[in-house]
Nanobody
């Protein structure tokens, strides 16, 4: 199983970025897909997740209304559209996969992890 995250970068506050995570070596449609982030000196925290069929999503309170998670089955890819970015969104963003039918937010529930992509938001 491989999860390849991309799309990070340096942006000004208020701008947008879209992260992508391409999955391979797994039945993509059978996994909950999630995004987490880790800022320097902090624990890895949940950002968003989507169910195997995209019918259920879950967001951290800090990103609700600004971030949107989606998945494209033809490309085995999950996206995180991040709008109205804030300096406190600065972190390394990781995608993760959980073979489950329930969308969960605890990192220990996820089976596979990508390598992370850096997002830096300047004020």
């Amino acid at each position: 199983v491989q999860l390849q995250a991309s799309g990070g970068g340096l942006v000004q506050a208020g701008r947008s970025l879209r992260l992508s995570c391409a999955a391979s070596g797994m039945p993509f449609s059978m996994y909950v897909m999630g995004w987490f982030r880790q800022a320097p000196g902090k624990e890895r925290e949940f950002v968003a997740a989507t169910s195997w069929n995209g019918g259920s999503t879950r967001y951290a309170d800090s990103v609700k209304g600004r971030f949107t998670i989606s998945r494209e089955y033809a490309k085995n890819t999950v996206y995180l559209q991040m709008n109205s970015l804030k300096p406190e969104d600065t972190a390394v963003y990781y995608c993760a996969a959980d073979r489950d039918t329930v969308v969960v937010s605890h990192r220990n529930e996820y089976d596979y992890w990508g390598q992370g992509t850096q997002v830096t938001v300047s004020s």
